[in-house]
């Protein structure tokens, strides 16, 4: 890694910025006053666009979102924005989904700009795992079931990269959430499997959570492929495998019940 004598004006920043899971009022109000003093926004496919009425009239705005197998650019395509409009004497948003650093790629961006010397803030936004398992009543970690969870891709992007040690995480965490593993859910499920997880854990489905659009399908590991896709779960979706996924059948339950007394 070379550093390159910083070529930029006092003015120009760059941003990374986290823009919550879904719900546009689950961004921070640092994140917000960072979209509206910015010059170039670029975002993401899973931001929610409500939030781009906070840039200014005459901010650029830039669409660089993925989805499978179809990117708007690369990540190389990407940096390189982010460090010419930097280089311009900009201030530069780069609105991603989630948190930035939680499978966002801020840590790659970061890396780029620091080598041009480009000034560089990140702004922490709630990621997936906290805001859909909140949304959809499922609690993490809970004292009586649950004292550590681990998230971790169920895509892996390059052939490179390390494999996922799913015989350590089938045994070595109570709550597991996985990112981006609709696609590959039966093969998630057969590792689990095989190293020793239980058929009969509960498993959690949810797909865009937190928006209007959430739905939130519930079963067990042995058999929650076939209910993928029987209910047609599609990306952007979550995976919350454990024990806590009985904590939301029972508060809907319990919820239930105080409805019909109350009424």
């Known amino acids: 890694m070379n550093f390159v004598k910083p ?3 006092r003015k120009a920043k760059v941003y990374l910025v986290g823009a919550g899971p879904g719900d546009p009022e689950l961004i921070t109000m640092k994140a917000v006053r960072c979209i509206r003093e910015a010059d170039v926004v670029l975002y993401d496919r899973l931001v929610n666009e409500e939030l781009l009425t906070y840039a200014k009239p005459d901010a650029v705005l830039l669409y660089c979102g993925k989805s499978p197998g179809r990117h708007a650019m690369t990540q190389r395509q990407i940096e390189a924005l982010l460090i010419e409009h ?5 201030t530069v948003v780069r609105l991603k989904g989630g948190d930035p650093l939680v499978f966002g790629r801020g840590g790659e961006e970061a890396l780029a700009l ?3 010397g480009i000034p560089c803030e990140i702004v922490p936004g709630v990621t997936s795992a906290l805001g859909a398992a909140a949304s959809s009543r499922i609690p ?4 009586d079931l649950a004292a550590s969870f681990a998230v971790v ?3 892996r992007c390059r052939e490179d990269a390390a494999p996922i040690r799913w015989d ?3 045994h070595g965490v109570d709550t597991l959430v996985v990112y981006m593993g609709i696609g590959r859910l039966e093969e998630i499920r057969a590792e689990l499997l095989r190293h020793g997880k239980p058929p009969s854990t509960p498993v959690a489905l949810i797909e865009r959570g937190t928006t209007d659009r959430q739905r939130v399908v519930t079963g067990e ?3 929650i492929h076939r209910l993928a896709e029987a209910m047609r779960i599609g990306n952007p979706a979550l995976i919350v495998i454990g ?3 009985l904590v939301r059948e029972q508060l809907l339950l319990l919820e239930a019940q105080a409805r019909l007394a109350i009424g």
């Open 140 to 143: 993490l970690t809970h004292r």
């Open 114 to 116: 620091a080598e041009r």
């Open 86 to 90: 930097a280089l311009g004497g900009r």
């Open 221 to 223: 590991l042995a058999h």
């Open 153 to 155: 891709t169920g895509n």
């Open 243 to 245: 024990d806590v996924v």
């Open 168 to 170: 350590l995480l089938a």
């Open 7 to 9: 070529e930029v004006t």
